[in-house]
C-alpha cells in the first residue's frame, strides 16, 4: 500500500535549543523506517547520544561537524552519512541547515 504525507499537516516541535523536528513518515504501525526532516540554526548541537535504530541522513543545507563513533568529520550540503545502532553520535552546526534523516524501525519516542 502506498502512502503519501502533505507537507501542509506535519507539524514542528523545537526538541533541543535551535533543531526543529518534523516527522513525515514512520507513524502507523506497520512502517518499517521513519523519514524525520529537521530545520537547525547555526551554533546548534545534538549531543552525543546512541539508540538501538539504523540511521541515515543527507544534509540537505548547511554544514556541520559530526562525530560518529570518535571518527569527526565536516558534513556540507549534498552530503551523507550512515550510522549504525548503538553506536555514540553527535554534531554541531556550523550554519543554518536542512537535514533528512530516515530511522530503521521508526523511533517510537519521536511519536510521543
Known amino acids: 500500500m502506498t502512502h503519501y504525507f502533505d507537507q501542509s499537516e506535519v507539524t514542528s516541535k523545537e526538541i533541543l535549543p535551535g533543531v526543529f523536528?518534523?516527522?513525515?513518515s514512520g507513524r502507523a504501525q506497520d512502517e518499517k523506517m521513519m523519514?524525520?526532516?529537521?530545520?537547525?540554526?547555526?551554533?546548534?548541537?545534538?549531543?552525543?547520544?546512541?539508540?538501538?535504530?539504523e540511521q541515515q541522513?543527507?544534509?540537505?543545507k548547511g554544514e556541520a561537524d559530526f562525530i560518529i563513533?570518535?571518527?569527526?568529520?565536516r558534513t556540507k550540503t549534498g552530503d551523507g552519512y550512515i550510522i549504525p545502532g548503538n553506536v555514540l553520535h553527535g554534531a554541531v552546526f556550523l550554519k543554518d541547515s536542512i537535514v533528512i534523516d530516515v530511522f530503521s524501525p521508526p523511533r517510537e519516542d519521536f511519536l510521543k
Not at 21 to 24: A, I, N
Open 21 to 24: 523536528q518534523q516527522v513525515l
Open 35 to 53: 523519514m524525520v526532516r529537521y530545520f537547525i540554526k547555526e551554533g546548534s548541537v545534538f549531543p552525543e547520544h546512541e539508540h538501538p535504530h
Open 57 to 60: 541522513g543527507i544534509m540537505i
Open 69 to 73: 563513533g570518535g571518527e569527526k568529520r
